[in-house]
């Protein structure tokens, strides 16, 4: 075992050449060791949480590492380690709130798991592009890659990045992927809505669809259509918006224009944020809600609870999504199962909560408010 000696030299101040102004110390390892008096492979073992160091030679070092303000140099230790311990995050550039709070809820969950994080962002979405992003985040030192929404196909991974540990945060679009995936359950969220409304009399359900290139859209819209099949229930075309109040607003009142009045009394609005700018069309067509048309939304945001008519919606646990598919890309990245997920890829799916709130009640009586269906 080496140990440094006591008597070496305090870490030097270096001039800095153009501005001659003195820069503070660049501490290192060996400097704890000195003024602890231990190996450096005794910090080292401090550092790293090692049970075998005796408590009082841990309380040196630790005092020695307060005293002298070190830090530990990560691009070193990923250079002696082989290991950066870094997960990358690709998706699409948004302030909407599923993705803000899925790169979020990742964030915590990787530095809970002692990983730091690179995001990058697609503007699109698109396949290529989400496929430049990856390659770009292996490039940051990411030795895994969680996929967000809305990236579609993930066999577009199989090629040059094959082997790359990668976990997708939403279930592609496209049969035959074979990345680990960890989704919120989408469909069950649907299902329930359709059946709280179904259970309150209603016969006519719309839908304010999500955009088109977004799964969860596409996979909200198409439970919805089933749910109604299934009970033998008219089918009204959806009308469809872009996530925001802006898009829900437009799309309730072509809706209202196209559809017979007292036709439909009850909306499902793919976002709450649609189904906020649904209220504010259907209030300036002299519709109450729920007397009138009952409301239901998606994801549960903050506000959803406070507005005038409190907000009947589905809650998703974004953060719980994001804790699940970090664990599953650590497993990955730390070898506790083949990269890509195997012959048989692993599908976590989240369960949801229908909040049921002030915005949904009984059809109106000339639609058979109140009554089950036959």
Known sequence: MTTTDPGAPAPAVVDDPPSGERRAPVVVMTDVARVAGVSQKTVSRVLNGSAHVRPEVRERVRRAVDELGYRRNAAARAL???????????????????????????????????YGVVVVSTATGEADEVLRGVERALELGAEGVVLVEPYFDTRALRGPLAGTPVVAAARS????????????????????????????????????????????????????????????????????????ARSGYEATRDLLAREPAGRVTALVAANDHMAVGAMRA??????SVPDDVSLVGFDDVPESEYLPVPLTTVRQDLALVGERAVASLVELVEGQ?????????????????????????????????????T
């Open 173 to 244: 679009a496209h049969e035959g992927q074979r990345t680990w995936t960890v989704d919120a359950d989408q469909v069950g969220g649907v299902e329930e809505a359709v059946e709280h409304l179904v259970a309150l009399g209603h016969r006519c359900i719309g839908h304010l669809a999500g955009p088109a290139t977004w799964r969860s859209a596409l996979v909200r819209e198409r439970t919805w259509r089933a749910a109604l099949e299934a009970r033998g229930l008219p089918v009204v075309e959806p009308v469809r918006g872009d996530w925001s």
């Open 282 to 287: 259907l209030a300036e067509a002299g519709l």
């Open 80 to 114: 002696v380690r082989g290991r950066t311990h870094v997960i990358g995050v690709v998706g699409l550039r948004s302030a909407l709130y599923g993705v803000s709070q899925h790169v979020m809820g990742l964030e915590r969950a990787a530095q809970a798991s002692g």
């Open 337 to 373: 199962a083949p990269a890509g997920g195997g012959d048989e890829p692993r599908l976590d799916v989240v369960p949801v909560e229908l909040r049921v709130r002030s915005s949904t009640g009984p059809a109106p009586r000339a639609a058979g408010g109140g009554r089950p269906p």
